[in-house]
Nanobody, 116 residues
Framework: QVQLVESGGGLVQPGGSLRLSCAAS????????MSWYRQAPGKERALVAR????????DYADSVKGRFGISRDNAKNTVYLQMNSLQPEDTAVYYC?????????WGQGTQVMVSS
């Protein structure tokens, strides 16, 4: 079955950086766009970034444009989220997502906390 395993979260000071990884299995990774979402306490889960399956087209939430970068390695079945210039409002649980037809699959999430 589909498995998405996120890693790389943690506590970072404002202005710092983190790189999240999502290792995927159970489906043909290179055939699907991949996305990162986040959910802050008391808020709905929201799209952060997405990347197309082969050509690497990317799209970002306005709040992270210019600070975050999504990339993928189809040989390693892994998608990444490089997060720079982190701010307290970036604090959230970050989730990896793949949508295959009408089916959404999610990882367990990785916590990112930005605090001094």
């Amino acid at each position: 079955q589909v498995q998405l395993v996120e890693s790389g979260g943690g506590l970072v000071q404002p202005g710092g950086s983190l790189r999240l990884s999502c290792a995927a299995s159970g489906f043909t990774f290179s055939s699907y766009p991949m996305s990162w979402y986040r959910q802050a306490p008391g808020k709905e889960r929201a799209l952060v970034a997405r990347i197309s399956n082969t050509r690497g087209y990317t799209d970002y939430a306005d709040s992270v444009k210019g600070r975050f970068g999504i990339s993928r390695d189809n040989a390693k079945n892994t998608v990444y989220l490089q997060m720079n210039s982190l701010q307290p409002e970036d604090t959230a649980v970050y989730y990896c997502n793949v949508r295959r037809g009408s089916i959404d699959s999610w990882g367990q999430g990785t916590q990112v906390m930005v605090s001094s």
